[in-house]
């Protein structure tokens, strides 16, 4: 039975869950169609994660790669986003590291930051280069924590459950995160 | 459904048949394809030095692609094997002129799960001038293991499983322990406690044998007195 | 008290608009859907995938560890398998890999089962196939719950475990291996030599 044959199924859109199986029955079409549903999303993440288009779209491919190959792994219990987005923070928090040992400076080079973020073709406020600038200059934890919970929009359980994380220390993470860039606006506004 | 069966069996037997001959030449399987070439340079390094020195190097290699399928990166690997390379030397020196791999790679493992080397020399050398048959300790090595990953302290598991192996206990006797020991944990019974109260009664049924291994005949216990 | 899920106005207004996936670039796309079709479904990756508050995924479902336990237990202590690896099934070949009676010399047959109801694939991973997750698949047996595989083995101690639909469980029912460096479980298993 799959859930194709349920009754009252209706095909608006076939469901992850759906796709993951044909996938698994050997139809790469449905991979494909699930790597154009969910790349934007991990995309979104990333970027502002890593602070680099560049970055971001092998750290997301990386991620879409790995659950390709565990795809047998995903029990259908989650939502496949969130299945996936496990994988990506963990691809993320890798390439963080990586990158911290290559590089050592702390503060990302201005012009370096203006250049990299978001896709070049969209029209971009000043104020969205400022606030893209503020994330990039939280502390990694909080900015993982921020993203998540204000531009990806999980419920803490959700995060915790993602990060390993206590949902106390997240909340904290979130909260220090959104003082800092309060503050980091504030300072671009008055400059 | 079926044809993909067929399709996975075949396949398997050819995959089967490679490395089972790989290791037939050469008694050691190549290290995985997927590791760097760094990496497999210094396990190679590491396999060496084991062959030079007497130990066995077919185990460096096995931990190697455990660690392959487990997923670990390189440098957790090379960890690993250098650790294992160690503890194959400390097996050596605790077991004396000993090339038997089975007994090096199960007293390593017991070192590695925690064991004080002085506690596995003496379970090794038995009590004086009576050293335990190498299958038997081999044995008792392995179910010493599966205890402390039972979290039972390294000390407690290490005198029952003398215990056994100073009376003689067979591979099913070790076996039996080690499942009821299982059981009683599973229902609630705390590790450290299951494994004195199954020691205790395996031990006193393995007194009761006769040299000739029939068992002697006992007055039944005492009906327990009523509360 | 601040209300956890609303951000402040003005934090509100420069967040917003973040919310907006991007439209991820054509040839990337085209890329990953071919690296992707280039690559073998199934295949292990690490724990460190999963890093979270959750418990390890690399023991078989609660659940199912407890079901094969006691069934293994049900069955006796090392009955189903020869935990200390005594030979069994002599002259008993195994239909499915027969190229490896030629090679069975100084080998004897040893069978592996595990209770794995409701899985997909099963197989046998260990020092003796290089932990190869398709090398030794297992055959579901007819109560649809058991699963099994025998293979010639030389005498010695082996690191094994199963793959049950991708993820890794040791045997219920067999000695477990020292905790490792890898963070999964293993057991393990003696086969003797002939006396």
């Known amino acids: 039975m799959t859930l194709a ?16 199986r044909r996938t698994l029955d050997g139809q790469a079409a449905s991979f494909a169609e699930l790597v154009e549903r969910h790349a934007g999303p991990c995309l979104r993440y990333a970027t502002r994660m890593l602070g680099s ?41 890798s390439a963080l590291l990586h990158r911290r040992r290559r590089d050592a400076r702390v503060v990302l080079d201005e012009s370096a930051v203006q250049g990299a973020l978001v896709q070049p073709e969209a029209s971009r406020s000043e104020l969205r280069l400022t606030i893209e600038r503020a994330i990039a200059q939280l502390d990694p934890a909080q900015r993982e924590a921020f993203l998540l919970k204000h531009v990806e929009q999980l419920s803490y359980e959700e995060m915790a459950a993602l990060t390993g994380a206590g949902i106390s220390a997240l909340k904290m993470r979130v909260q220090r995160a959104c003082d800092r860039l309060q503050d980091l606006l504030r300072d671009e506004h008055d400059a | 459904m079926i044809r993909s069966i067929v399709v996975v069996v075949a396949i398997a037997a050819a995959g089967l048949l490679a490395p089972s001959r790989a290791r037939a030449q050469t008694g050691v399987p190549p290290l995985p394809a997927r590791l760097a070439p ?35 990166d390189d440098a957790r690997i090379v960890a690993a094997v250098r650790t294992l390379a160690r503890e194959l030397g400390d097996a050596r020196l605790l077991l004396g002129d000993v090339h038997d791999a089975v007994l090096l790679t199960a007293t390593a493992s017991a070192l590695h799960a925690g064991v004080a080397p002085p506690d596995l020399r003496r379970l090794a050398r038995g009590r004086a001038g009576e050293p335990p048959d190498a299958h038997a300790l081999a044995s008792a090595l392995v179910t010493l293991v599966d205890l402390i990953a039972k979290q039972i302290s390294p000390v407690s598991a290490t005198s029952a499983v003398g215990e056994l192996l100073e009376r003689r206990a067979t591979d099913a006797q070790f076996t039996a322990l080690r499942v009821e020991v299982d059981q009683d944990i599973r229902a609630g019974v705390a590790p450290d406690a299951a494994l004195s109260k199954r020691v205790r009664s395996q031990a006193e049924t393995l007194d009761a044998l006769t040299p000739g291994g029939r068992p002697v005949k006992r007055p039944p216990p005492p009906p327990p007195a009523p509360r | 008290m601040r209300d956890d899920d609303v951000l402040p106005p003005e934090l509100e207004r420069a967040v917003g608009p973040l919310r907006e996936a991007p439209r ?56 189903t398998y020869a935990v200390m690896g005594r030979a069994r099934g002599a002259g008993r070949p195994s239909p499915d890999v027969p190229a490896l009676q030629a090679e069975a010399v100084g080998r004897a047959p040893v069978r592996f089962t595990v209770a794995a109801p409701g899985a997909v694939n099963v197989s046998l991973v260990g020092d003796f196939n290089e932990w190869n997750p398709v090398a030794l698949p297992m055959t579901r047996l007819g109560d649809g719950t058991t699963w099994e595989v025998e293979i010639p083995l030389a005498p010695g101690r082996y690191t094994y475990a199963f793959v049950v639909d991708g993820r890794l469980a040791r045997d219920p029912s067999a000695p477990q291996a020292a905790r490792d460096d890898f963070g999964a479980p293993s057991s393990v298993v003696l086969v003797r030599g002939a006396l």
């Open chain 1, 5 to 20: 044959d349920a009754p009252g199924y209706h095909p608006v859109e076939t469901p992850d869950a759906e796709l993951v």
């Open chain 1, 53 to 93: 288009r560049e970055d971001a779209e092998e750290v997301t491919q990386e991620a879409l790669l790995r659950a390709h190959r565990a795809l047998a792994r995903y029990d259908g219990r989650t939502a496949f986003r969130t299945w996936l987005m496990s994988i990506l923070i963990n691809r993320c928090r």
């Open chain 2, 38 to 72: 760094a990496t497999r340079a210094d396990i190679a390094r590491l396999m060496d030095s084991a062959r030079v020195a007497g130990l066995p190097v077919a185990p460096l290699a096995d931990k190697a692609a455990e660690g392959v399928l487990k997923g670990a």
């Open chain 3, 24 to 79: 991820p670039r054509r040839e990337w796309l085209d890329h990953v859907v071919e690296q992707a079709a280039g690559q073998r479904l199934g295949e292990l990756i690490g724990d460190d995938d999963w890093r979270g508050a959750r418990s390890r995924r690399w023991s078989a479902h609660p659940a199912m560890a407890i079901a094969a336990g006691l069934l293994c237990m049900v069955a006796g202590a090392g009955g």
